[in-house]
């Protein structure tokens, strides 16, 4: 391994197959799982139940010890998953859509993940939870495929504005038809519906954290092969098949691996709103990024953000357990405020 620079004269570390990794980027990717470090520290001490620092080691009592094994830590790890999977998502439609507000949720996709786990809860209630996940792919995957049939013109793949804009048709058709299925549910499954759509990790098991460990796993892969398409992809279909970029089949790839992962997240935690938005809006003004350390960037932060919120539903001095969804605005929207005005300045100031 050497450092090289790289063509916009920035610092990189050349791994032996050729790949450049900015030193920036590594020094951002290594200041978040910092972050996510000392969070998860303060998101295990926080809570109800009284635990120190020194019973991360060695639990006083039997209180301490269930909340850490049984409440904290899966909270946690399922957490930082979801968040990783979303945010990974939200990064890679964003660049297949080349608009930085694409998201799973504005697509239409996790609105599909949505709808068809309440038509099974509706239509056989009874069914087995191993149903639930598949039926949120299948739902995911049907608009997807309805996104690319409508979408698909030429030998360029699936052209990015119209992706967009018939994301948001589709979102706006089934968002009724979810809404209608919640109020037609039996009362007590309809209300714990509306707590897992406001995003909720009550469900942090042991049996959650294994159904989404091997989506985050897939996902590495995914950011290894997928994430240069994206990096020339940012330039523009044309300028990327001048690169020789492989549109015809990278773009469906793209939207059906965003399918799976926030699907898979959904699943577990519900929708975690905005997050594919803000998570790599907020990785890019920490580190400036492109192609596979954008993802990875952006996922990192995603897990932080979820650990975050959950620490502060958690440290709410009232009994009153805010949803994560409204967690994660409450900290993310102010700092993606933050991350936008910066940047505007910094396109306004003399050079």
């Known amino acids: 391994m050497t ?3 790289t063509t916009d004269r920035r610092a990189a570390l050349r791994l032996p197959g050729g790949m450049a990794l900015p030193l920036a980027n590594l020094a951002a990717a290594a200041a978040l799982i910092a972050a996510g470090l000392g969070l998860t520290l303060l998101a295990l001490t926080t809570g109800a139940t009284p635990v120190t620092l ?3 080691a060695r639990p006083s009592s039997a209180d301490a010890a269930f909340a850490l094994a049984e409440v904290r830590l899966p909270r946690i790890v399922l957490g930082f998953m979801a968040g990783w999977c979303v945010a990974l998502t ?3 439609l964003q660049s ?9 949720g504005l697509l239409g996709l996790s609105q599909g993940s949505m709808l068809t786990i309440l038509l099974l809860l509706f239509v056989a209630p009874a069914a087995p939870l191993a149903l639930i996940p598949l039926a949120a792919m299948a739902g995911g995957l049907a608009v997807a495929a309805v996104l690319i049939a409508l979408t698909r013109g030429g030998g360029t793949g699936t052209d990015g504005l119209a992706l967009l804009l018939m994301g948001i048709a589709v979102e706006t058709t089934l968002s009724p038809l979810t809404a209608m299925l919640v109020l037609y549910l039996p009362p007590e499954t309809s209300y714990a519906v509306s707590s897992w759509m406001a995003g909720s990790l009550f469900q942090a098991t042991p049996a959650t954290i294994a159904a989404l460990a091997p989506w985050c796993l897939v996902s590495l ?5 997928l994430g240069r398409v994206t990096r020339v992809q940012d330039l523009g279909d044309a300028m990327a098949l001048s690169l020789g970029a492989p549109l015809g089949w990278a773009k469906p790839a793209i939207l059906v691996a965003a399918v799976l992962l926030s699907s898979a997240a959904v699943t577990a935690v519900g929708p975690l709103a905005f997050l594919g938005v803000m998570a790599p ?3 890019g003004a920490i580190s400036r990024a492109s192609g596979r350390m954008r993802l990875v960037l952006s996922g990192l932060t995603g ?6 919120a959950d620490t502060l539903t958690r440290a709410s001095p009232t009994h009153f357990a805010l949803p994560i969804g409204l967690s994660l605005t409450l900290i993310g929207v102010p700092l993606f405020i933050l991350a936008l005005r910066l940047r505007a300045l910094s396109r306004l100031s003399p050079r």
């Open 281 to 283: 809006h907020l990785g």
């Open 96 to 104: 297949l859509a080349q608009n930085p507000l694409a998201d799973p």
């Open 90 to 92: 939200g990064a890679m």
């Open 3 to 5: 450092v090289v620079r």
């Open 54 to 56: 020194a019973d991360l």
């Open 221 to 225: 892969p995914v950011v290894a092969v």
């Open 303 to 308: 897990g932080v953000l979820v650990i975050a």
